[in-house]
């Protein structure tokens, strides 16, 4: 099982950039698929995530408008749009794949937001 994040990187405040997670070793859209967010000194905590068929997602709620996360079921991949970056969000972001019985994590990338 792989998870492997890519697409992270120093960023301007009011930037953008799009994470992208590629997954294999396991029925990747038989599973939810999550970002998480870790800050130097603070828990991780959720970003987004967005059920197995793409149906459905789901945003913390003071990323609501900046961020969109989507998959792509035919490519094994689930990606993280974030705009409009603040030094705020700078973390090592993490995908997380997941189900019922099963969950799965990236080694995560880096994101700095910063002048």
């Known amino acids: 099982v792989q998870l492997v994040e890519s697409g992270g990187g120093l960023v301007q405040p009011g930037g953008s950039l799009r994470l992208s997670c590629a997954a294999s070793g396991f029925p990747f859209r038989s599973y939810g698929m999550s970002w998480y967010r870790q800050a130097p000194g603070k828990e991780r905590e959720l970003v987004a995530s967005i059920t197995s068929t793409g149906g459905r997602t789901n945003y913390a709620d003071s990323l609501k408008g900046r961020f969109t996360i989507s998959r792509d079921n035919a490519k094994n991949t689930v990606y993280l749009q974030m705009n409009s970056l603040k030094p705020e969000d700078t973390a090592v972001y993490y995908c997380?794949?997941?189900?019922?019985?099963?969950?799965?994590w990236g080694q995560g990338t880096q994101v700095t937001v910063s002048s």
């Open positions: 997380r794949a997941h189900t019922s019985f099963y969950e799965y």
